[in-house]
């Protein structure tokens, strides 16, 4: 059981490339992909205030 | 797609094998670090006067209104910005102002305040935005810098103490007194009272039969002619009018007015001896024996004046009249109310009488933020349930009652 799946998760690391492919991965996730994400989450949670402001609230008190 | 996902998923999913654990969360805590930092710093300097001036300035003049402010310069060497005037200050609602911008940045593009012309024909619309903004929140943005708590109103000048103090006793919104603070103030003649928007569809919905007596819900232009080609004045809003004949969009009234016999004689009012305005013809129709019908004539002891009571008919757009008064002045009354029990308790409206109300009415208007054409009907309410009007013993609503229980 527990060869089999360190086989795996190596064989499933060599088809995509390695410790590089890691780095890369870690990389672009943590400085570029997450702060887009924040962002985005950030923006859209302003947005939806704002329209339950227009919709029900009205401005905000 | 599949493979996006795919990806995704074996990003989260699959342990990395050759990264340390503590290397991972470590640059994981600094890219947080980072990216919040930097979203602060992003936050900072869309707060920033410099970034709200690239927009509003070079257009449109705002910041030099504000220059001739006491916000811009002052004794104490405290500067108030744009945003600490227009951005809320907390998380939430900064968030969705910052959003909310998007209208902004759309407008910039599009060019909606991009001349100073187009600015003022569009300021009002903004300035409304601000004021129910204002209104919700308490002043909350200029409470930030000076509070009633904090007030010493001893040393406010005298003129400021009767006010401030009921301000702050019933702890009233700042910009409910204090608009055009910062800036100029719109013109307030493009504004209109939603109020009436209903009165006007229920006029179009009114049978009018002729012969019968009715009320204009909006002031209109009067024509001599069917065609509605010659026009010859206007009649004002609230005024009663016998209607005689419809034909197409025409309707042709009868006026049955008076008219001080000075001059051209073109102020036509309601009553005899008050000025209540009812109707303007133009200079020369005024005296035009064909049109205009004497029917008598009346000395005004008070003035010496000869009033004369003047029948005349036109034509006139159809559509905006009423078989009562009363939805007009419930309007009047609404706005009367809540506009001038802004800074004292609203005088009765018998207190004062028909010819003393103009005066008045004139030196506070600009106080409020009623449109041009909701004081028009506001005056002549007042004027239309003055002492001369009213049947009852008046003096509880004298303003000077008012202003002495406003003291605390």
Not at chain 2, 6 to 19: E, G, H, K, W
Not at chain 2, 110 to 121: Q, Y
Not at chain 2, 239 to 259: C, N
Request: proline content about 4%.
């Amino acid at each position: 059981m527990k060869t089999q799946h360190s086989a795996a998760a190596v064989m499933s690391n060599e088809a995509t490339g390695g410790s590089r492919s890691d780095w890369r991965n870690f990389l672009l996730l943590a400085f570029v992909g997450l702060p887009v994400v924040m962002v985005g989450a950030i923006a859209a949670y302003g947005f939806v205030v704002w329209f339950l402001q227009l919709a029900f609230f009205g401005p905000p008190s | 797609m599949r493979k996006l996902f795919r990806f995704i998923a074996d990003l989260f999913l699959r342990p990395s094998v050759r990264i340390g654990l503590g290397v991972l969360v470590t640059g994981g805590f600094i890219a947080g670090v980072l990216s919040w930092q930097g979203f602060n710093t992003a936050m900072e300097a869309t707060n920033k006067e410099e970034f709200c001036i690239s927009c509003h300035t070079m257009h449109d003049n705002l910041l030099p209104e504000l220059q001739k402010t006491v916000h811009w310069n002052n004794r104490s060497g405290v500067r108030a910005r744009c945003p600490d005037c227009h951005v809320p200050h907390n998380f939430t609602d900064k968030v969705a102002r910052k959003m909310q911008a998007s209208r902004e940045v759309w407008g910039h593009l599009v060019g909606t305040i991009g001349t100073r012309e187009k600015f003022k024909e569009h300021r009002l619309v903004l300035a409304q935005r601000e004021w129910a903004r204002f209104s919700a929140n308490g002043s909350k943005e200029c409470r930030a810098c000076h509070d009633y708590k904090d007030m010493d109103f001893d040393k406010m000048r005298p003129s400021s103490q009767v006010a401030m103090r009921s301000a702050a006793a019933r702890d009233q919104s700042c910009v409910d007194c204090h608009k055009g603070v910062a800036h100029q103030l719109p013109e307030m003649k493009g504004a209109r009272n939603p109020a009436f928007d209903t009165l006007v569809s229920n006029a179009s919905g009114q049978s009018v039969s002729a012969g019968n007596e009715y009320y204009l819900v909006v002031p209109q232009d009067l024509f001599a002619d069917e065609a509605l080609t010659q026009r010859i004045g206007s009649v004002e809003v609230a005024t009663q009018v016998k209607v005689l004949e419809t034909k197409g969009d025409a309707q042709r009234i009868e006026l049955a007015l008076w008219r001080k016999n000075k001059g051209y004689g073109r102020v036509w009012y309601s009553n005899f001896g008050l000025n209540i305005t009812s109707a303007i013809l133009d200079k020369e129709m005024a005296r035009d024996a064909g049109l205009v019908n004497v029917l008598a004539s009346q000395e005004d002891p008070m003035t010496g004046l000869e009033w004369q009571q003047v029948k005349a008919s036109a034509w006139m757009r159809k559509g905006s009249l009423i078989d009562s008064v009363e939805p007009i002045w419930t309007i009047a009354r609404a706005s009367y109310n809540t506009s001038c029990s802004v800074c004292h308790r609203q005088p009765d409206e018998a207190h004062f009488d028909t010819n003393t109300w103009p005066g008045l009415f004139a030196g506070m208007v600009g106080f409020t933020s009623i449109d041009q054409d909701t004081a028009r009907v506001v005056l002549k309410y007042l004027q239309s349930h003055s002492s001369d009007f009213s049947t009852s013993q008046h003096g509880a609503g004298s303003p000077e009652g008012a202003l002495q229980t406003a003291r605390p």
